[in-house]
């Protein structure tokens, strides 16, 4: 059964701490994503990586940075936390024509207080 | 840049009709996918759309693909409760490179 991991599935942080997000794959997919979710705005894409140490901006990079140093596991780091970062987090993976089904984790919801 | 819309934002139904709900892109897309996020889960996916007036089934829900490639819809008949849950439609876009783009969702509410 396809997996797709997610190392919290809550967080709490303070403003200005950093923070570390991590997903892994079992699929050996090369597309790995990143989103945030909140209401009424659905899914927006923060970056994706098509490949071990490739990275590229989605709609919404701003504040956020990610790594990619193997095939199965992409992080998502907030250098400097702010409020407006609180949301849930999904992480998604999809095989070599990314645009193709896309597998989702259980999403790690990230409080900034 | 892309823009994909759906409307209605909400949908209280009643259980045993039907309901429609719509997506819209501002370009013309390659494939268009939908995909159902039950209340306190994560998206699965549902379908893949690719071609111009395209029409698939499953059981009771029915997906359609505009003959423009800009617009979808899902249709669902005969509303039950397992029907609860959010329902995203996402669209690709090669020119943008392998990513898709995801409407705000339609959430649907059932009422025994």
């Known amino acids: 059964d396809v997996k797709v991991t997610q190392s919290s599935r809550y967080l709490v942080k303070r403003t200005g701490e950093k923070v570390f997000l991590e997903c892994v794959q079992d699929?050996?997919?090369?597309?790995m994503f990143w989103y945030r979710q909140d209401p009424g705005l659905g899914l927006r894409l923060i970056y994706f990586s098509y490949d071990v140490k490739m990275k590229e901006k989605g709609d919404i990079p701003e504040g956020y940075s990610v790594s990619r140093e193997k095939k199965e596991r992409f992080s998502l780091i907030l250098e400097s936390a702010s409020t407006n970062q609180t949301s849930m987090y999904l992480c998604?993976?999809?095989?070599?024509?990314?645009?193709?089904?896309?597998?989702f984790g259980p999403g790690t919801r990230l409080t900034v207080l | 840049g892309q823009q994909v819309m759906q409307i209605p934002q909400y949908q209280h139904v009643q259980e045993g009709e039907d309901f429609t709900t719509y997506c819209n892109s501002s370009t013309t897309l390659s494939n268009i996918q939908w995909y159902k996020q039950r209340p306190g889960g994560h998206p699965v996916f549902l379908i893949q759309?690719?071609?111009?007036?395209e029409v698939k089934k499953q059981k009771r829900l029915t997906f359609q693909f505009g003959e423009a490639k800009k617009n979808s819809s899902l249709h669902i008949t005969a509303t039950q409760t397992t029907d609860v849950g959010t329902y995203f439609c996402?669209?690709?876009?090669?020119?943008?490179?392998?990513?898709?783009?995801f409407g705000g969702g339609t959430r649907v509410l059932v009422k025994p």
């Open positions: 699929m050996d997919h090369e597309n």
């Open positions: 996402a669209g690709a876009l090669k020119a943008a490179g392998n990513k898709l783009t």
């Open positions: 998604a993976s999809a095989g070599v024509v990314s645009y193709n089904e896309q597998f």
């Open positions: 759309l690719v071609k111009s007036g």
